[in-house]
């Protein structure tokens, strides 16, 4: 009965590797969220999409691309990765375009060696 | 553009005291204000919020929260602390409707001692 849900939990990797993240919601919300927080716990929004489509894409390098199949799930896909993007990485929902993220996952612990 | 500053990174109370978590904000708009908490290995989990209308606003778990626009300030408050309440806070502040983005403050860890 899990609300948002993303898989892996932990993710372990080599620098260089290219790896994926998913993430999916049960609520029927139209709009989902990446965000990523760092070992200070300071939380930053990477991507945001309403019903499958990009409505904010902060800047974040283009070895991160999330793809949306549909409004249920959010998955991220990172390439060529770098000591840096070690974080936690959360997925979050919330009803529609107009609102602020009212579910989260919780999160995938990203460790990149 | 928005921002949110909360004081205090670490903040320590006895079981039963008075919790006060600082939030203040800044917003070109009327903002729309928030309280996560997170509890460890696990993602945040919406506490309470203000849109419009009430100034004081109640959420979950005996957790309240006063919006004063004049001080920009959104502090949490609990009467009375519980040793399940100790966990990261999170204020955030989004602007406007539609397609807005919610800005989170760098959290504060609120410790109870029993």
């Known amino acids: 009965d899990t609300a948002v849900s993303q898989t892996p939990k932990y993710l ?22 990446w965000y990523k927080q760092d070992s200070k716990k300071f939380l930053k929004i990477m991507f945001s999409y309403n019903n499958k489509e990009l409505i904010i894409n902060e800047t974040v390098p283009n070895r991160f691309s999330p793809k949306s199949p549909d409004k249920a799930h959010l998955n991220l896909h990172i390439n060529s990765l770098e000591l840096g ?25 990203l460790t990149v060696t | 553009a928005q921002s949110v500053t909360q004081l205090g990174s670490h903040v320590s109370v006895s079981e039963g005291a008075l919790v ?28 309470l919020k203000y849109t419009t209308g009430a100034t004081l606003v109640k959420g979950i778990n005996g957790f309240e929260a006063e919006f004063k626009k004049s001080e920009t300030s959104f502090h949490l408050t609990k009467p009375s602390a519980h040793m399940s309440d100790a966990a990261e806070y999170f204020c955030a502040v989004s602007e406007g409707t539609g397609g807005f983005k919610t800005i989170f403050g760098a959290g504060t860890r609120l410790f109870v001692k029993a």
């Not at chain 2, 509890?39 to 506490?47: A, F, R, S, V």
């Open chain 2, 20 to 47: 006060l978590l600082r939030c203040n904000y800044s917003s070109s708009v009327p903002p729309y204000l928030f309280w996560y908490v997170q509890y460890p290995n696990q993602g945040l989990q919406l506490l």
């Open chain 1, 85 to 109: 993007d070690s974080a936690v990485y959360f997925c979050a929902s919330s009803p529609g375009q107009g609102t602020s993220p009212l579910h989260f996952g919780n999160g995938t612990r």
């Open chain 1, 12 to 33: 372990v990797t080599q620098m260089g590797n290219d790896k994926s993240i998913k993430c999916e919601q049960n609520l029927g919300h139209d709009t989902m969220y």
